[in-house]
């Protein structure tokens, strides 16, 4: 289908940009990567008078590792998140979650930020940056604050952004230790039916940390407390493995839907969880 018409706004800065959100309210919003939202307004499930197209704001692109800190600029696409050398070595879980997004095509052209303001449940990012523990910038018309990203889900497609609010980097810190991302989806291409991120650290053979976040099985991401904190003091064998997934299983809410019901997601989620916990120990 053809999108219903709309003007389009290219701004170089960010305070233009917020700027026309404020100006046009309800009928304005930005585009980054336009892989989510282009589709939304073709299948008229988004009707929108202003698109803000963000691809000239030079302050939204790069990428930082210095030390221990990790900045991402929101319009850093998937792909140049992939081939940073210097953000695989940092955060190698970043690179394993971002190689399982869609196809290489999306992911030149999606971006970070994009994947992370969405909202949408299926979206590898947020889960991702809740396992690393993000902290999102915004920019608004009252200037900037920031979010933790286990704070910033509030149901599917409803965030803590405001409307006039624009954001502009993901930080966290790089974390030693064992990671994996584990995702099932029915083809390539696909959205995940569940996926898993966790990161893990350990002292011989004790868990000393664990931090696990789990996407697509409920309306918002699920970094999951208990389900880390069920590893952490074990030798990460079989009994606290079935632990840390009946903590995750309590705090899911998957619906039934095209990628199948409710038990056979929760069947999914423990296998995909098993394997990532798994993996995360063996490197670790
Ligand atoms: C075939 C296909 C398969 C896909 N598979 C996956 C998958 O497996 N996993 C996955 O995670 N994603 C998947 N995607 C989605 C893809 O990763 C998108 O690129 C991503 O979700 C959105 O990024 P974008 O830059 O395209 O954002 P856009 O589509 O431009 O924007 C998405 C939303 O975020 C808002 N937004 C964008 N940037 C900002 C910002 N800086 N500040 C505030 N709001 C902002 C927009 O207003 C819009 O509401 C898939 C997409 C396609 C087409």
């Not at 008078?49 to 030079?58: K, R």
């Not at 394993?96 to 992911?107: K, M």
Request: charged fraction near 20%; glycine fraction near 10%; proline fraction near 4%.
């Amino acid at each position: 289908m053809i999108p219903s018409a709309f003007e389009y706004h290219r701004p170089g800065d960010v305070s233009s940009a917020v700027g026309l959100l404020q100006k046009y309210g309800d009928e304005a919003r930005v585009i980054a990567g336009g892989h989510s939202l282009i589709p939304m307004m073709k299948l008229r499930m988004a009707d929108i008078g202003h698109l803000v197209d963000l691809q000239n704001v030079e302050e939204l692109k790069g990428i930082s590792v210095s030390g221990n800190s990790v900045t991402i600029g929101a319009m850093v696409t998937q792909a140049e998140l992939i081939a940073h050398g210097g953000l695989a070595n940092a955060v190698p879980l970043l690179r394993e979650a971002a190689l399982q997004i869609a196809d290489p095509q999306v992911r030149y052209v999606g971006t970070v930020g994009g994947n992370v303001a969405n909202g949408d449940p299926g979206n590898d990012m947020p889960g991702l940056m809740q396992c690393l523990n993000a902290t999102f910038t915004l920019v608004g018309p009252d200037g900037s604050r920031e979010v933790a990203a286990r704070d910033f889900y509030q149901s599917a497609y409803v965030t803590d952004r405001a409307d006039d609010e624009i954001l502009t980097r993901i930080a966290f810190n790089a974390v030693s230790g064992g990671y994996a991302y584990e995702k099932q989806k029915r083809k390539i291409g696909d959205y995940a039916t569940a996926a898993a991120a966790v990161l893990l650290t350990r002292a011989g053979e004790k868990v000393v940390t664990a931090s696990i976040a789990m996407t697509n099985l409920s309306d918002t991401p699920v970094w999951s407390e208990a389900s880390g904190g069920a590893l952490v003091g074990t030798d990460c064998g079989h009994d606290a493995v079935m632990a840390a997934v009946a903590a995750m299983l309590n705090d899911i809410d998957p619906q039934q839907d095209n990628r199948g019901p409710i038990e056979f997601k929760r069947h999914v989620a423990g296998v995909i969880l098993a394997r990532a916990i798994a993996r995360a120990w063996a490197r670790a």
